[in-house]
């Protein structure tokens, strides 16, 4: 009777200690899901559980795309009538006695264009175009530097000033380019040495000078938003300095730079005055910018 019951106990036991991993397992399973469990305790509540779960659903992926072209469209918009107007300028009848002083300017440099340059000694050619070089970049780092401090100190003039220099470079670029494409200048010390136009130089033309055009470009739209006499002696003295140093380094003939010098300050002039009819859309989009940037800058003393 005692072995019997002592066999059944021990069955007993044998049953119990099985159920045991299954237990925790379903404790865990309890424990890890609890909303599972409250679907299964109350089927009732599911829709409930899923209503409040949607206004913590992310928003939907094609946003940030459609306003990243809308951006993207509205600038394309604005260099466009930017272009537009600076093809259209010289044609205006108030302009015609500046086009004929521009063009007799730069028919005469043209004429002396070989004589100039060659009298320039050969071993100073190296210096000034380290020197064309730094002023360019100088003048630009300048402008980005008022932009940045604009952004991170939330002064909108400054940030206007950066967003208008950013945008008379663009159309800057995008004039040289198409004048160099056209014009297909010889540089000087290539070819015969000439520097014949239209004479299938589309990569690498003469005429205007790039550094002359951006430099003077820059200056011009920063001294034309601040009207500070240091700071106008600094920007178009490091554009006269890139004018002058472009010849003195046998990278360009005196028209190649007059000529990109003269552009450049007008665009710069041009943009600078521009009407601030969409200053409420840059300052939003500058927020933006501030934000992001903000977001991946941890400024502080550990």
């Not at 034309?224 to 490091?238: E, N, T």
Request: aromatic share 8%.
């Amino acid at each position: 009777m005692m072995i019997r019951f002592r066999a059944r106990c021990i069955g007993s036991f044998r049953k119990l200690r099985s159920l045991i991993p299954v237990s925790l397992l379903a404790s865990v399973i309890t424990l890890a899901s609890p909303g599972l469990m409250a679907q299964d305790a109350s089927p009732t509540s599911q829709p409930a559980a899923s209503n409040a779960m949607l206004p913590d659903a992310p928003p939907p992926a094609d946003v940030p795309s459609e306003s990243f072209i809308g951006t993207v469209g509205a600038a394309g918009k604005t260099i466009g009538q930017d272009e537009w107007h600076l093809l259209k300028a010289p044609f205006h009848q108030k302009a015609i006695v500046w086009d004929a002083l521009f063009l007799g300017a730069t028919g005469v440099l043209i004429a002396n264009d070989e004589s100039v340059l060659y009298a320039i000694p050969t071993q100073w050619h190296s210096t000034n175009r380290e020197i064309s070089n730094g002023a360019l970049y100088g003048t630009a780092a300048l402008a980005g530097g008022i932009y940045l401090t604009g952004l991170f100190t939330e002064n909108e003039h400054s940030q206007e000033v950066g967003i208008r220099t950013a945008e008379a470079t663009i159309d800057s670029v995008i004039l040289y380019a198409a004048m160099k494409g056209i014009f297909q200048r010889q540089r000087p010390y290539t070819g015969p040495g000439e520097g014949k136009f239209f004479a299938g130089n589309w990569s690498n033309g003469s005429f205007p000078s790039g550094h002359a055009m951006f430099t003077w470009t820059i200056a011009s739209t920063v001294a034309h938003q601040y009207h500070s006499i240091p700071l106008d002696i600094l920007l178009y003295g490091m554009a006269g300095t890139v004018t002058t140093t472009r010849v003195l380094a046998g990278q360009h003939f005196p028209s190649d730079v007059f000529v990109g010098s003269v552009l450049g300050y007008l665009i710069g002039d041009y943009v600078a005055h521009k009407p601030q009819e969409i200053r409420g859309i840059r300052a939003s989009k500058v927020q933006k910018v501030r934000n992001a940037l903000l977001e991946h800058v941890d400024i502080g003393v550990e």
